[in-house]
């Protein structure tokens, strides 16, 4: 079974910067989309980016030009920069890779931001 691997999650102060990574374990095929979710304590899990088919990107207006979401080539990892940390974006973060047929999530990494 594919699984999506995270990393690069951690304690950060405000104002400060983070890579999220997500790797799959082998290629999958058909991808339509590739994304970032988030969830904080208490809270529903949110969208935050993603990778579309076509090649665009569409960001959460809460992180619009403070983080970028990157992909490699191949579509087996994908990446969220996030700069300019907020105490909001404490949560815990998950990739999500949606292929004909089937949706696969990552098992989260947490971003703490602190002041």
């Known amino acids: 079974q594919v699984q999506l691997v995270e990393s690069g999650g951690g304690l950060v102060q405000a104002g400060g910067s983070l890579r999220l990574s997500c790797t799959a374990s082998e290629t999958i095929g058909n991808i339509i989309n590739m994304g970032w979710y988030r969830q904080a304590p208490g809270k529903q899990r949110e969208f935050v980016a993603v990778f579309t088919n076509a090649g665009s990107t569409v960001y959460a207006d809460s992180v619009k030009d403070r983080f970028t979401i990157s992909r490699d080539n191949t579509k087996t990892s994908l990446y969220l920069q996030m700069n300019s940390l907020k105490l909001e974006d404490t949560a815990v973060y998950f990739c999500?890779?949606?292929?004909?047929?089937?949706?696969?999530w990552g098992q989260g990494t947490q971003v703490t931001v602190s002041s």
């Open positions: 999500n890779f949606r292929a004909i047929g089937r949706t696969l």
